[in-house]
């Protein structure tokens, strides 16, 4: 059976791209744009971007309703994000929406929200190699990535990362430094799937890598709006069935 095409929001600060010629360089349309590009041939999406300086940060409610998942790319910044935003995204999320957190966006107010932790951890900016190690290749997110992926220049993340336990660990980074990381994670909030995927610094051309791509691809699929809940009402139930005089 055809899955239905996904709606797929791709959220950029946009500022990095637009202040340091090195970024530029590398994504001179946005590092959304470069996502966007990259995940059209990989499946059946609809895809819009958005970004810090648009009204309502171009997510405003009517553009997230449209939305079956939202991918989060953040950095210098998160608070500029409008808590009334923070708080659309929040009832997305948990009325059936995905959520895709990238790299940097840990520190998202959103991701913190929803974590409801600081998400702190330790980092590095060395150019170093990053290997991201499969841990579940059965995963849904994980169809089509080998035993490990590396990447010849990353900055590195390290433990410990300050989240909930997630309820599943993908993937494991190790660091030509010696530091491990947590870098593919999911969680349920509500009725929405989360996804968390580590790589994506800026000054590196992380998001051409072929299987970077696939597993944000993989990802959309994975976290997409499967239901659309009214999570915010709580209506007084009539039964069902007859109840005893005396219960009524």
Same mark, same amino acid.
């Given at each position: 059976?055809?899955? #239905? $095409?996904? !709606?797929?929001?791709?959220? !950029? =600060?946009y ?12 994504? /001179? =349309?946005g ?13 059946? %999406?609809?895809?819009?971007?958005? $970004? ?16 079956d ?9 998160h608070?500029?994000?409008? @808590? ?5 995204v929040?009832?997305?999320?948990l ?15 959103i ?8 998400c ?13 190690? !499969? ?11 080998? =035993?490990?992926?590396?990447?010849? @220049?990353?900055?590195?993340y390290? #433990?410990r %990362?300050?989240?909930?336990e ?8 190790w660091?030509?430094?010696? #530091? ?16 968390y995927?580590?790589?994506?610094? @800026?000054?590196? /051309?992380?998001?051409? !890598? ?10 959309c ?13 709580? &209506?007084h139930?009539?039964?069902l @069935? &007859?109840?005893?005089?005396e219960?009524?």
């Amino acid at each position: 059976m055809r899955m #239905e $095409t996904i !709606n797929v929001t791709i959220w !950029n =600060e946009y500022l990095h791209e637009t202040r340091n010629p090195r970024v530029q360089a590398i994504y /001179p =349309e946005g590092i959304h744009r470069a996502i966007a590009k990259g995940l059209e041939p990989l499946g059946d %999406f609809a895809i819009r971007t958005a $970004t810090l300086a648009e009204p309502e940060h171009g997510l405003s409610a009517a553009v997230l309703e449209q939305t079956d998942v939202l991918l989060w790319w953040g950095h210098v910044a998160h608070d500029q994000v409008s @808590e009334k935003v923070v708080e659309q995204v929040q009832l997305q999320v948990l009325s059936g929406m995905g959520l895709i957190v990238l790299h940097s966006g840990h520190y998202a107010k959103i991701f913190k929200r929803l974590m409801g932790t600081f998400c702190s951890l330790k980092w590095r900016e060395a150019g170093e190699r990053e290997r991201l190690w !499969n841990l579940r290749p059965d995963h849904p997110i994980l169809q089509g990535i080998p =035993e490990y992926i590396e990447l010849r @220049e990353e900055e590195m993340y390290g #433990e410990r %990362f300050d989240i909930p336990e997630p309820d599943e660990l993908l993937m494991i980074s190790w660091f030509q430094g010696g #530091e491990v990381f947590r870098s593919a994670c999911t969680w349920t909030r509500g009725h929405g799937r989360i996804f968390y995927f580590r790589p994506g610094h @800026e000054t590196y /051309p992380t998001y051409y !890598n072929p299987h970077v791509l696939r597993i944000l691809a993989n990802a959309c699929g994975w976290a997409r709006r499967r239901v659309r809940l009214d999570v915010t009402q709580a &209506p007084h139930s009539q039964p069902l @069935e &007859p109840l005893p005089r005396e219960a009524q």
